[in-house]
């Protein structure tokens, strides 16, 4: 079976510029996450929609960063305009709510100069 | 509000020896508790969880924690330390009922030969 798909893997851009992460859960998968990890401030999680509706998203740290989960099968998540503050590895996780354990993706690593 | 405290940012052993990788939670409510482990460009992946069946709870590569209520803790132990588990593990701590999964700050494993 698929794990978690990501896409971008990498990602370098420069300051201003809009950036977009995507996502494809495990089928199956009714919650999904977005986290943040840096060295300065670890894991955070950013967002997490149950059944394709966003729960929580009082991680988003600004209004520059939106996310969206359109359908069961796929999420996005946006930063516009980008700054190099924002240069982490974001992860996109999902899980069955019932068993609370999560599945990670690889990764997107991005880098604003 | 949950908070989980991972003791330690590294831990150094000798291959061969135990490992100990200390975590303290805090929970309003009998919480789901999680290991997981990050290798290098990897996302994280599950070792271990706690669901308030056994309070001894055995995950995959030899590892266990015990989820001890009076002391708020959940170590995650290995009775003999090997090569490949130099890694970083994360304590992870989820509310029943509840989605939300926050982590601690990390600790990595050093295994020296």
């Known amino acids: 079976d698929a794990g978690v798909i990501q896409s971008p893997r990498h990602e370098v851009t420069e300051m201003g510029q809009e950036v977009t992460l995507r996502c494809k859960p495990i089928?199956?998968?009714?919650?999904l996450f977005w986290y943040r990890q840096t060295m300065m401030r670890g894991l955070e999680l950013l967002i997490y929609?149950?059944?394709?509706?966003?729960?929580?998203d009082s991680g988003m740290p600004e209004d520059r960063f939106s996310a969206k989960m359109p359908n069961a099968s796929f999420s996005t998540l946006k930063i516009q305009p980008s700054e190099p503050r924002d240069s982490a590895v974001y992860f996109c996780?999902?899980?069955?709510?019932?068993?609370?354990?999560?599945?990670f993706g690889e990764g997107s690593r991005l880098t604003v100069l | 509000a949950q908070s989980v405290t991972q003791l330690g940012s590294h831990v150094s052993v000798s291959e061969g020896a135990l490992v100990l990788l200390r975590c303290n939670y805090s929970?309003?409510?009998?919480?789901?508790l999680f290991w997981y482990v990050q290798y290098p460009n990897q996302g994280l992946q599950l070792l271990l969880k706690?669901?308030?069946?056994?309070?001894l709870v055995k995950g995959i590569n030899g590892f266990e924690a015990e989820f001890k209520k009076s002391e708020t803790s959940f170590h995650l132990t290995k009775p003999s330390a090997h090569m490949s588990d130099a890694a970083e593990y994360f304590c992870a701590v989820r509310n029943t009922g509840g989605f939300k999964t926050i982590f601690g700050a990390g600790t990595r494993l050093f295994v020296k030969a």
């Open positions: 996780a999902s899980s069955l709510a019932e068993t609370g354990e999560l599945f």
């Open positions: 706690y669901t308030s069946a056994a309070t």
């Open positions: 929609f149950n059944n394709n509706v966003p729960i929580d």
């Open positions: 089928s199956g998968h009714n919650s």
């Open positions: 929970s309003s409510v009998p919480p789901y």
